[in-house]
């Protein structure tokens, strides 16, 4: 009796794959796994199972933008809800060849794959919807740039956001200003903190910084989002408000602005 003949659309998927790996995201590609050993379990299905809820099941007519897209997860699952245009950057070509490859393949040709730095974004010249911005922030050594930038050239209304947190929970009501003498507050488990990582953590050495919950809720407003929900530990779904402190003049003021020159206005940052 002959040996049974595998499937060979699934052969030809499994080469690919292998290819193209080592896999972060663990696709379901028609049957095959992209990273069946991922050390998070099925990532980041198990996450996204726990924040899908609070983000609209219909996206038809939606625009959105995922920094740091990977192997395309968040951009196929914003395709799947019916979104008009999905764009997915990512600074890393492997990552990008994973993502067109997986979109394909699932059907979603249409989603737009670019190779982009997140410090970049004002490159492509378009406010999106819903931008996502997924277990990104952290890996970043200028997080709080990287989220005036996204505020500045491509948010327009939803910010979706993800990050490591280490530290404390806890969330201190902090005071507007305080006497120079006065150094309690900075030791209060709920202070703003931003733990910086000058080697490796989790054997890996693009982490550069763990917020503690207070310091992502505070960076976040302060770079001009209002915290609108919070559905899972490290998710937050924000609108990209006109910043509070002010905008450009204020920025000015704590010198890290810097007008364009002969503009009147600008976009250049100093200092950063
Ligand atoms: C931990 S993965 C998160 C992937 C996906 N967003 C998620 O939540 O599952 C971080 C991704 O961000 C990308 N990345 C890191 N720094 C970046 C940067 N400066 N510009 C663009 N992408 C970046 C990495 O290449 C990687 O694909």
């Not at 899908?52 to 395309?72: E, M, P, Q, S």
């Not at 982009?116 to 010249?125: I, P």
């Not at 997080?143 to 990050?163: F, G, R, W, Y």
Request: aromatic share 10%; glycine share 10%.
């Amino acid at each position: 009796m002959n040996a049974p003949i595998g499937n060979p659309r699934r052969g030809r998927i499994e080469a690919r794959v292998r290819e193209l790996g080592p896999w972060f995201h663990n696709l379901d590609l028609h049957g095959v796994r992209t990273a069946p050993d991922h050390f998070l379990g099925d990532y980041p299905r198990v996450k996204w199972d726990r924040f899908a809820h609070a983000i609209a099941a219909d996206l038809t007519g939606k625009t959105v933008l995922d920094i740091g897209c990977n192997a395309g997860f968040y951009s196929i699952a914003m395709a799947q809800r019916g979104a008009a245009r999905v764009v997915g950057i990512d600074h890393d070509a492997g990552y990008l060849a994973q993502a067109s490859f997986a979109a394909a393949l699932l059907g979603f040709p249409g989603i737009e794959f670019i190779q982009l730095s997140t410090y970049d974004v004002g490159a492509l010249q378009e406010r999106f919807d819903i931008v996502l911005f997924l277990g990104v922030l952290y890996h970043l050594r200028h997080p709080l740039l990287a989220l005036d930038l996204i505020h500045q050239h491509v948010a327009c209304d939803l910010l979706v956001i993800q990050s490591m947190q280490r530290g404390s929970d806890q969330v201190a009501a902090v005071e507007a200003d305080y006497d120079f003498n006065e150094t309690a507050h900075f030791d209060a488990p709920g202070y703003p903190k931003l733990h910086f990582i000058e080697r490796d953590y989790a054997h890996d050495c693009t982490n550069w910084w763990a917020p503690n919950r207070a310091c992502m809720e505070a960076m976040l407003r302060a770079a001009g989002f209002r915290i609108e929900a919070h559905p899972e530990d490290e998710v937050y779904l924000c609108r990209a408000i006109p910043r509070e402190s002010g905008g450009p003049e204020a920025d000015l003021l704590r010198g890290y602005w810097v007008p364009a020159p002969g503009s009147g206005a600008g976009t250049s940052f100093a200092g950063t």
